[in-house]
């Protein structure tokens, strides 16, 4: 029996900001709860689910989403928490509604990074024997990516700073990001030492903020029209664990994860017109448009401004697919044109151990 076809029928998400002082978890929970069913056709009572995305450790506390339940409009539903990345949680809500199981689910992600120590959750994250002792880090890896990187490649430092400066553009550009100044290459090089060759408006700044996102069934989504977006391909993966088991210059997990989902959408992403790619820093996000055959030449790449200026930890891969999303519904802002189909990338884990890649049409 074919698996059911699932769509995208709305999105909703916060301005990411380096600190949301007024706003606690709850209401940047509730606004997007709020928003995304204006317009849709649909209300909470048509929800059959809620899946959504946080980290304990970044929250501070155990089981934190027990917490939010009110706010995600969670009561007397079924609801689960996926301690990852956003992207993850719409990879599960994708395969219930694909399964039969249901018709309608809400997907929900949140991080407010400016009240933790972020160095301290991706130190959680490390091999804890061998490479936690000696202050192997996030940071660490990513140096290690980018020195590899530039000698393999023959790059230089420039190019990362070039990378990184249109990236902060487009994101004050086009994006529903909070930016002062956008920095130049200058003054991406003449910014602090992160860890050598990269400096720290090289790796993605983490911001504070919430996205949601309503899935339906097919004959929910052509009942309720609206231009909806179709899921059609999904592919994940989880590299080893130990970062010196792993080649610095691939990452083995999305190079299997886009063959995944090139498999079930029938394309790859090279013949995408949108993509939307996830990185915790420039050289990850060099690495990842390696990994999947891109060139900026020929497909518009973040246009968004991607993580780099804008990375809200456990929801950045849904805010990469809400933003593919209306690219593809709302391409006036971006310039015309007509594109149909996008791919959305999310990362996670230290050095990019995990990723996701979905594709989407209209």
Known sequence: MALGKVAVVATAQTELRPLWGEAQHIDLISAVVTSVFKGSGFSIDDVDFVIDSGSDVLDGRSISNCGFLGALGAHRKEEAR????????????????RSGASSVGLIVAYSKPSESLVENYWASQVEPF?????????????GIQAQRYLADRGCSERDLAELAARRWADAKAHANVQIGDVPDAEAILAS???????????????????????????????RAGNNPVFITGMGSGTDCHAYADRDPLKLASLEGAAAMAA?????????????????????GEMLAMDV???????????????????????????????????????????????????V???????????????????
């Open 82 to 97: 996926v301690e990852a990345d956003g992207i993850w949680a719409l990879q599960y809500g994708v395969n219930k509604i």
């Open 130 to 142: 061998y490479q936690r002792p000696v202050g192997f880090s996030q940071r660490a890896a990513a």
């Open 192 to 222: 602090g030492e992160s860890a050598l060759p990269l400096t720290e408006l090289m790796m993605a700044r983490p911001v504070d903020g919430a996205v949601a996102m309503l899935i339906v069934d097919e004959s929910s989504a052509r």
């Open 263 to 283: 498999r079930a959408a029938g394309w790859s992403a090279q013949q995408a017109d949108v993509v939307e790619l996830s990185a915790h820093s420039v050289v």
């Open 292 to 342: 999947l055959g891109l060139d900026e030449g020929k497909t518009a790449i973040n246009r968004s401004g991607g993580a780099l200026p804008a990375d809200p930890i456990m929801a950045t891969g849904l805010c990469r697919a809400a933003e593919a999303v209306r690219q593809l519904r709302e391409p006036q802002l971006y310039g015309g044109g007509a594109p149909s189909r996008a």
């Open 344 to 362: 959305v990338h999310g990362a996670q884990g230290v050095g990019m151990q995990n990723n996701c890649v979905m594709t989407l049409e209209v």
